[in-house]
């Protein structure tokens, strides 16, 4: 039995997705016996980022200054918004390098079984940003499972009066996959081929 103070380490890390009493149990392990080369670094850094990060008041990205880096780039298209669940699909599409435009967080996606309504997502800042009148194009990035295609069509509705084209990822995101875990091909293939709603 180990030091109540690793357990409690070990309790935490299991919390975390991807991580499980074993692994997480495996990685505080290894932690202790490379202290100085892994364990103070990824301290230090856990520090930074608490301190640092915040929420982008534009578009719901995290970044190190408010607004984002995509946001206050002058090179990216603003009158294409690209709607996203969350920051970790963001990030998948930045990585595979798809798109110039910018983003439009959700926070999520609508779901009846987890009670999260239009009121719990960022619906209306969305709504807001159409209103402007500066935006041509949005594009659905949603993950395709019924929650996912619920949310857009919801939102395809809620657009309707206004002039701007909507328009979805392709069929190439296979059907209850999410964004990211997708391969940067799948991801640029499927953006390439949107279509309108």
Avoid at 6 to 14: D, F, K, P, S, V
Avoid at 46 to 69: F, H, Q, R, W
Avoid at 116 to 139: C, F, M, W
Wanted: glycine share 8%; net charge negative.
């Amino acid at each position: 039995m180990s030091a109540p103070e690793i357990e409690h380490l070990i309790q935490l890390l299991a919390k975390l997705p991807a991580f499980g009493p074993r692994s997480a149990r495996r990685a505080v392990l290894h932690l202790l016996n490379k202290k100085e080369t892994h364990f103070s670094p990824l301290m230090d850094a856990l520090k930074t980022v608490y301190e640092k990060i915040m929420t982008c008041p534009i578009c719901g990205n995290m970044d190190t200054t408010a607004p984002c880096s995509i946001c206050s780039d002058s090179k990216r298209n603003s009158s294409q918004i690209c709607v996203v669940r969350d920051v970790a699909d963001l990030w998948a599409l930045e990585r595979a390098g798809v798109f110039k435009g910018v983003y439009h967080v959700l926070g999520g996606v609508l779901s009846a079984l987890d009670g999260i309504g239009p009121d719990e997502l960022r619906v209306q800042e969305l709504l807001n940003k159409v209103a402007i009148g500066s935006v041509t194009e949005v594009i659905f990035a949603l993950p395709a499972t019924v929650d996912g295609q619920t949310t857009a069509h919801y939102l395809a509705d809620r657009l309707e009066g206004y002039s701007v084209k909507i328009s979805a990822l392709s069929r190439g995101v296979p059907v209850g996959g999410e964004l990211d875990y997708l391969d940067d091909g799948t991801l640029q293939m499927a953006f390439k081929s949107r279509r309108d709603m």
